[in-house]
């Protein structure tokens, strides 16, 4: 049997997936790690807990996979969430820690490069919307208030890189997770020299670019004996979370979107050639050199609702723990006995600052329309709804763009929630397919290690391997609601955007 493994390198955890010859899920293992948030707007992990979670996880997939002697594991291949930045001194010793795309201490810097003109010009170039997520802005704020990093770092990577430069000694970047950074011109592929300039650092200084389909071979042998792989077992570069996951769920032909809610969120469509929103509203990322992502992120999906979970639901965590059940379960029961728009109670997301539509780092979350009548119940509902809300604020940009969506594939932990899948299908007034496969990014990088080898011929191989799917259709019973409700929720996005600022300073000034 030959095998396939895809690794899914995300904010707060590590997946392991193990695929037979016919691309079928036989085992997965996942590692958490923390997310360090010790300074305001902090959001940061460590470079060991993230290399060991890879290490252990790979060490238990082949443990529990019991392969026989003549099996083999054809490749490992990995999805990467973006964004991220690390500075290394000259004899690669780490300066920082990962600075992920959640860290918007560069918020300051970010605005000044907006209000310059500059940000503009940049991002009709890299396709990356100037906001603190990405690197460009990560190293202006490294120069302006860490100069003694700044000046000592003579490396920039991300999390992948580093994970690929300790395993093999490289030093390269798929042209995915480098179209991300803000610095990575999508015309010329190749850093842009502009965004270079801003920043104040040279070409050397980042690594080289490559295609998702280069792979490395011989990994340092003390990593062979840990994980139990052979020294040349092929490691293929692969390419972004986002752009894998329209890939993983097929959504890679026009006008077919795929909305992804895991920790954020975001919505994107795939086109064969770049396509630059003249709002700067949307980003396009490479999925490879002929296919290219055009979506908007979200800073606020599940940890909002995991936010809820932790500070209004005590009770259901501790009944799901004693019944061994899930506290998600318990929740969504509670907020489905509560009618479509929460009777009047409108929730705007933004615990982390938003990206898109409105990227603005200071946006803070707000429950509008409180009455005596709403309980929890309603708030919770109003928490999902919320969510949902704001990405289909984002597809009304992202139509501006490239069209009318044809179609929704949906993918990440809320497509497991049924009433969540439903609002979906009633707020868009669109089917919602959800692909009984979750593994999706996973299956997307295995499918990118295919091609890389010379076993499929191109990526709409993947129509073969998503499998079955349910579609959910509209409830045309909730509509009036959310029609009515929906228009609220974006004008009071923007009224409240003049005060965010102030309100992020306050709490900035008054943080313990």
């Known amino acids: 049997m030959e095998y396939m493994i895809g690794v899914d390198l995300g904010t707060t955890a590590t997946k392991v997936v193990l695929f037979d010859d016919q691309n079928q899920v036989v085992t997965t293992v996942s590692k958490a790690y923390p997310l360090y948030r010790d300074l305001p707007d902090m959001a940061e992990e460590d470079l060991d807990e ?23 594991v054809a490749a490992v291949s990995f999805s990467s969430a973006m964004h991220s930045l690390i500075a290394f001194d000259e004899d690669w010793q780490p300066l920082t820690r ?81 179209s991300g950074t803000g610095l990575f011109n999508i015309f010329n592929l190749d850093w842009d020299e502009q965004a270079l ?21 011989e990994m340092a042998t003390e990593y062979a004996v840990i994980t139990g792989l052979p020294s040349s077992t092929p490691f293929v570069y692969g390419a972004g979370d986002g752009p894998l996951s329209n890939l993983g769920v097929n959504a890679v032909k026009p006008g077919v979107a795929a909305i992804t809610i895991g920790t954020s969120g975001a919505i994107r469509v795939v086109s064969d050639q770049p396509v630059i929103d003249p709002k700067g509203r949307t980003f396009t990322y490479a999925l490879d050199k002929d296919h290219w992502v055009i979506g908007g992120p979200v800073n606020n999906g ?6 809820a979970r932790d500070n209004m639901f005590d009770a259901e965590k501790s009944t799901a723990a004693l019944l061994g059940t899930d506290a998600y379960d318990l929740m969504t029961q509670i907020a489905s006995r509560v009618p ?14 938003e990206r898109a539509p409105i990227w603005d780092a200071n946006a ?67 089917p919602v397919t959800v692909p009984e496969a979750f ?46 409700l929906a228009p609220i929720f974006i004008r009071l996005s923007r009224q409240l955007q003049t005060e965010y600022e102030n309100i992020a300073n306050y709490q900035r000034k008054h943080a313990k």
């Open 50 to 72: 993230i290399f060991d979670a890879l290490m252990d996880a790979l060490h238990d997939i082949v443990r529990e996979a019991h392969f026989k002697k003549d099996d083999v």
């Open 364 to 430: 803070r979350g707000s429950f509008f329309g409180l009455n005596h009548g709403h309980t929890r119940a309603h708030m919770l509902r109003a928490v999902l709804e919320g969510i949902t809300f704001n990405i289909y604020m984002v597809s009304l940009a992202l139509e501006e763009v490239v069209g009318d969506l044809k179609s929704i594939q949906a993918t990440g932990g809320f497509a497991r929630s049924p009433l969540w899948r439903q609002m979906f299908a009633d707020i868009f007034e669109q």
């Open 302 to 307: 599940g940890d909002v609702f995991r936010w």
């Open 340 to 353: 479509a728009g929460s009777e009047g109670l409108i929730f705007h997301p933004y615990l982390g600052g």
């Open 197 to 217: 300039k801003v920043t104040g650092i040279h070409k050397e200084q980042l690594p080289t670019p490559v295609e998702p389909y280069e792979y490395e071979t």
């Open 98 to 178: 990962v600075i992920t795309w959640a860290d918007t201490r560069a918020v300051k810097y970010t605005e000044k490069l907006k209000e310059s003109g500059l940000g503009d010009e940049i991002y009709k170039k890299t396709g990356t919307p100037i906001h603190p997520m990405a690197p460009l802005s990560k190293l202006l704020w490294l120069q302006a208030e860490h100069p003694d990093i700044y000046n000592r770092a003579a490396h920039y990577l991300g999390i992948k890189e580093y994970l690929f430069h300790r395993l093999f000694g490289t030093n390269k970047m798929d042209i995915s997770l480098a």
């Open 439 to 484: 593994e999706s990014g996973a299956l997307a990088a295995v499918i990118v290690a295919q091609k890389a080898l010379g076993k499929i011929d191109d990526l709409y191989e993947i129509e073969k391997y998503v499998g079955n799917s349910n579609t959910y259709q509209p409830m045309p019973e909730n509509f009036d609601a959310y029609r009515e």
